[in-house]
């Protein structure tokens, strides 16, 4: 049974200075929906979370909340809360005043007050915290606060903007278990705003992809990792190799070379496209066994597996597996047909691809630089 649609965006347009931010957003946001919007940093995404809030107002298009027009309803008096990056927390208020502001504010009487504080408490795992200073809280107890303060006036939707972000990485782990519990438990709409592909495959329901202001692809977590709908969404979600190729039929695909059987169909007759290869799905074998043959150039122990950079006429390859092949050997690559996605040419074309520069130096690097949010700098 499909759930109601609760929020609806039609023809959604943002300009800052100029900037087209957003360029004409359609998505729907069913009731007790998990929904991450993930892209990388200036895609539009707190934009979008923004114009649902009512802090930002679209140029042009409809916010639809169950069924009415919301544009001109100030935030205050939306079925909305949001809860940011910076925890905006009280620092004169104890946890217990902090989460009852709002209630306070709506002059509800005490014992109701002390009922539903209590109850929060216990659904951010925080009993016992009444009377402590925010400001001696751990960043995750501080977050879990922020949390409870927005759900205690029992939104219906509850915004979330990067709101791990300030998190070590053990404790942000544990925060996505605790947001999906939490999200289960109460039945509340959240949406959710991240630049982290594992953080959205792992928690949400829906997926929406955006890049320049555009939606991508909408889908499950599975689906958007299995099935990208472009060389954008398929670099930017895990790791992928990314090659031209050539349709010559359908479930025929030519690339590196070598014509490979495919589970694809409907292009047509010597199309070009973009073909996907998951580092995962890439079984090592025997040079005269492969389908490829490769020159190793890396090899990175990960733990689970080795990360493995083959060569192959001058492409670098990506390959995950638990057998270890040494630096400088031959290998051979076999790819059976449900590991190969083709997809139609787009923008994204030959933007991404191989592992020439990879690096995972590189990789942190580019994290640390989007956490630096360039749409809150042109709102501000």
């Given at each position: 049974?499909?759930k109601?649609?609760?929020?609806?965006?039609?023809?959604?347009?943002?300009?800052?200075?100029?900037?087209?931010?957003?360029?004409?957003?359609?998505?729907?946001?069913h009731?007790?929906?998990?929904?991450?919007?993930?892209?990388?940093?200036?895609?539009?995404?707190?934009?979008t979370?923004?114009?649902?809030?009512?802090?930002?107002?679209?140029?042009?298009?409809?916010?639809?909340?169950?069924?009415?027009?919301?544009?001109?309803?100030?935030?205050?008096?939306?079925l909305v809360?949001t809860?940011?990056?910076?925890?905006?927390?009280?620092?004169?208020?104890?946890?217990?005043?902090n989460?009852?502001?709002?209630?306070?504010?709506?002059?509800?009487?005490?014992a109701?007050?002390?009922?539903?504080?209590?109850?929060?408490?216990?659904?951010?795992?925080l009993?016992?915290?009444?009377?402590?200073?925010?400001?001696?809280?751990?960043g995750?107890?501080?977050?879990?606060?922020?949390?409870?303060?927005?759900l205690?006036?029992?939104?219906?939707?509850?915004?979330?903007?990067?709101?791990?972000?300030?998190?070590?990485?053990?404790?942000?782990?544990?925060?996505?278990?605790?947001?999906?519990?939490?999200?289960?438990?109460?039945?509340?709409?959240?949406?959710?705003?991240?630049h982290d592909?594992?953080?959205?495959?792992?928690?949400?329901?829906?997926?929406?992809?955006?890049?320049?202001?555009?939606?991508?692809?909408?889908?499950?977590?599975?689906?958007?990792?299995?099935?990208?709908?472009?060389?954008?969404?398929?670099?930017?979600?895990?790791?992928?190799?990314?090659?031209d190729?050539?349709m010559?039929?359908?479930?025929?695909?030519k690339?590196?070379?070598?014509?490979?059987e495919?589970l694809?169909?409907?292009?047509?007759?010597?199309?070009?496209?973009?073909i996907?290869?998951?580092?995962?799905?890439?079984?090592?074998?025997?040079?005269?066994?492969?389908?490829?043959?490769?020159?190793?150039?890396?090899?990175?122990?990960?733990?689970?597996?080795w990360?493995?950079?083959?060569?192959?006429?001058?492409?670098?390859?990506?390959?995950?597996?638990?057998?270890?092949?040494?630096?400088?050997?031959?290998?051979?690559?076999?790819?059976?047909?449900?590991?190969?996605?083709?997809?139609?040419?787009?923008?994204?074309?030959?933007?991404?691809g191989?592992?020439?520069?990879?690096?995972?130096?590189?990789?942190?690097?580019s994290?640390?630089?989007?956490?630096?949010?360039?749409?809150?700098?042109?709102?501000?």
């Amino acid at each position: 049974m499909e759930k109601n649609k609760l929020i609806e965006l039609k023809g959604i347009c943002k300009e800052f200075d100029g900037e087209q931010i957003l360029k004409s957003i359609d998505l729907d946001i069913h009731d007790k929906e998990f929904v991450t919007l993930l892209g990388p940093s200036g895609c539009g995404k707190t934009t979008t979370l923004r114009i649902i809030s009512g802090f930002v107002s679209p140029d042009s298009g409809d916010v639809i909340f169950d069924g009415k027009k919301i544009n001109d309803v100030p935030p205050y008096k939306r079925l909305v809360n949001t809860v940011f990056q910076k925890y905006a927390l009280f620092p004169h208020l104890n946890v217990y005043e902090n989460i009852a502001f709002g209630l306070r504010v709506k002059k509800i009487p005490d014992a109701e007050i002390r009922t539903r504080v209590k109850e929060m408490l216990a659904l951010v795992n925080l009993r016992g915290f009444e009377r402590k200073n925010v400001n001696v809280l751990s960043g995750g107890q501080q977050q879990r606060v922020a949390i409870a303060r927005a759900l205690i006036n029992e939104p219906k939707v509850l915004l979330l903007d990067e709101p791990l972000g300030a998190l070590d990485l053990k404790l942000r782990k544990d925060m996505q278990n605790e947001l999906k519990n939490i999200q289960a438990k109460t039945g509340i709409t959240f949406i959710y705003v991240t630049h982290d592909q594992e953080e959205a495959l792992s928690m949400s329901d829906t997926v929406v992809v955006m890049a320049d202001g555009k939606i991508q692809q909408i889908g499950t977590p599975t689906d958007i990792y299995n099935e990208p709908i472009n060389a954008f969404v398929a670099d930017f979600i895990g790791e992928s190799n990314i090659l031209d190729g050539v349709m010559i039929s359908d479930y025929k695909a030519k690339f590196a070379g070598h014509t490979f059987e495919c589970l694809d169909k409907g292009f047509a007759p010597m199309e070009k496209v973009d073909i996907v290869v998951r580092p995962e799905d890439v079984d090592v074998v025997a040079p005269e066994k492969g389908m490829l043959q490769g020159v190793v150039t890396g090899v990175t122990f990960k733990g689970v597996h080795w990360e493995i950079i083959v060569d192959i006429q001058g492409f670098k390859w990506m390959i995950q597996t638990t057998d270890y092949s040494a630096p400088d050997t031959t290998i051979g690559l076999y790819i059976e047909p449900d590991a190969i996605h083709v997809m139609k040419k787009s923008e994204y074309s030959n933007m991404f691809g191989d592992y020439s520069s990879f690096s995972d130096e590189f990789d942190e690097l580019s994290d640390v630089e989007s956490v630096e949010d360039e749409e809150e700098a042109k709102e501000e």
